[in-house]
């Protein structure tokens, strides 16, 4: 009748075109008379954590409860898109609370990662931005992997209070489901819904291995828009985030050949001396080499019958490719040339943030790297 129903729960405006937004609610299921959103339905009635992305503002309103009542708060990261979990802001919001760096999804990492590499990366990415690092953790939501240890050492803290913050899909809520269903069959929902805030946080009762009793709380997840994830369509998304453990692909490339990975990058191997390059992305891109002359031909021509995704749509969202200088050995730059890419004597792992990562090792090369502006570059010590 044009007025706004607003969801007995968390009080967002009820809606049913965006599954994905607050306040959604299938038009099926609205009832007329307890309206609530589908996210609230499923808290109350499977106590589940469920995951809610919100605006930048409504964010801030949301999390600001850590700061009034401080508590251990897991820093929930995406292990393949670490710089993308990085909430902004997030030193000023958690004030003295204690931080500890959960990185999930450790499933999809290659066996040959060395954990003590990939937890100094982690801590620096973290306390770059101004947030003490007081533990970091390796885990997997999906599989169980960790959550006993973690939740050993939550044991040993004092904290009575739990809090679970981090980007939209880092996988917080299935992390949160198992933690709440650890030491218990049914776990005890005490939803409470912040003065002011369209949507609340959702705090949940626990118990710890010796049988202390924790809230576990959840807050809303955060987009930003400048993930590769947040700007691909369903079909090119379940091509380029992984799903199984990553198989390293490794080339021996000779220079004048070029890479391209899938449609998303390209590197082309200038000069220099013929050495391995590994390539860790999703199992399902493509991984295509070819003579440097006939790299053009294939990115034009042959896109879509070799290199596949991304899809047109997605392409044009991502942006032109743009390329970066990258350079090594007696190539790494000192003179004239500006490089965008300087690869250390002992190697490194160039950064593609949210599709993966290329290993070089640091012998002698001069190369380009073309990447979309979406998709952010960083280089960091080698995982392998
Ligand atoms: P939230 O938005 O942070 O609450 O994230 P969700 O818990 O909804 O998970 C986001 C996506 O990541 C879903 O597609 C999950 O299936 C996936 N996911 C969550 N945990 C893991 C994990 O440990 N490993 C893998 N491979 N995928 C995961």
Sequence with gaps: EGSVVICAGCGAPLQSEMPEAPGYVPASAFDRDKPVCRRCFRIRHYGEFVPVAVSPDAYRQAVAGIARHPGLVLYVLDVFDLSGSMVPGLAELVGTSPVWAVVNKVDLLPAEVRPDALARWVRRLVEERGVRCDGVWFVSGRTGFGMDSLLSALDERREDRVYAVGMANVGKSTLLNRLIRAGRAEPVLTESRMPGTTLGVVEMAGTLPSGRAVSFVDTPGLMHGGRVIDRLCADCLKRAVPSARLRPRVYQ????????????????????????????????????????????????????????????????????????????????????????????????????????????????????????????????????
Excluded at 307 to 329: K, M
Aim: charged letters at 25%.
């Design 253 to 384: 490339l000779n220079p004048r050949q070029t890479l391209w990975i899938a449609g998303f990058a390209r590197f082309d191997f200038v000069a220099g001396e013929r050495q391995p390059i590994v390539v860790w992305v999703s199992n399902d891109l493509v991984v295509h080499r070819t003579k440097l002359e006939r790299a053009d031909t294939i990115g034009e021509e042959r896109y879509e019958e070799v290199l596949q995704v991304p899809c047109p749509d997605c392409r044009a969202r991502l942006g032109e490719l743009r390329p970066l200088v990258v350079g090594a050995g007696r190539h790494r730059g000192g003179g004239r040339t500006r490089m965008d890419v300087p690869v250390p004597r002992q190697g490194c792992d160039v950064v593609l943030a949210g599709l993966g990562w290329i290993t070089l090792f640091g012998r002698d090369l001069a190369g380009r790297l073309f990447v979309p502006e979406g998709i952010q570059v960083t280089v960091r010590e080698r995982m392998i």
